[in-house]
């Protein structure tokens, strides 16, 4: 059966809309569910339950980490912004939320200390090294693996030496959709050669493995070489 599916897929004769790219499912997506397009469809009436898990998990081990001299983060991939406002606050930083589709940012709520921008053609629109902490919640998952290393050379570009890095990801049951993938553990230690990378916990999204990763950037040299494979 999922043979047929896929070459029904491949042929476009099945009901399903076909993108050819992840940014074009996206922004169909967030036509369709609005602000929620950001969250797992199997949770759209849980937003603010699923909101108050992440934050018990994941912000402790972000303010554990931070040394105080921080000033600008990164929200990396922020949709309408659900954790900007939040990020500004127990941080003290000033934020920058960047995301690829132009109406999940137009859905951010204003406020002073947060500067929303488009990305464009895959560039973040930030100069180099202007970057102390960057956060990517639920973000990577849904970039292809041939795309990656672009993404983390971006964020080797942005971030200022000896920079705090924050990400969250599914990382179990291993497995990879249309539009979204999970990865391994060790898959996403490796995916950042200038960071010192550990995993600090987890939750669980109805079936899936959540996992915390902190690093801080310590390559001033970026030529190590990515490991992840590069599928499709």
Request: a neutral charge; charged letters at 30%.
């Amino acid at each position: 059966m999922k043979f047929v599916q896929k070459i029904k897929r491949i042929l476009g004769i099945s009901g399903a809309k076909i993108f050819e790219t992840n940014i074009e499912y996206w922004e169909e997506r967030s036509k369709k569910y609005g602000a929620k397009a950001v969250l797992n469809l199997g949770l759209l009436d849980k937003e603010n339950e699923i909101f108050e898990i992440q934050k018990q998990a994941i912000i402790p081990h972000l303010k554990a980490a931070l040394d105080g001299t921080e000033q600008t983060l990164l929200d990396f991939g922020c949709g309408p912004g659900r954790f900007s406002s939040y990020l500004a606050k127990v941080t003290n930083c000033k934020v920058i939320a960047v995301d690829p589709i132009q109406s999940l940012l137009d859905a951010a709520p204003n406020q002073d200390n947060i500067s929303y921008r488009l990305i464009k053609d895959g560039a973040i629109p930030v100069a180099n090294a202007s970057i102390d902490v960057l956060w990517v919640c639920l973000v990577l998952g849904g970039i292809k693996d041939k795309e990656i290393p672009s993404v983390v050379k971006e964020f080797k570009r942005v971030l200022r030496p000896g920079s705090l890095v924050c990400f969250v990801e599914k990382t179990a049951p291993v497995q990879y959709a249309e539009y979204w993938r999970s990865r391994s553990e060790e898959d996403y230690i490796e995916m950042f050669p200038f960071l010192e990378v550990e995993k600090k916990g987890e939750y669980m999204e109805l079936d899936s493995t959540i996992s915390i990763f902190i690093g801080r950037e310590y390559f001033s040299d970026f030529s190590k070489t990515l490991k992840i494979s590069h599928r499709v």
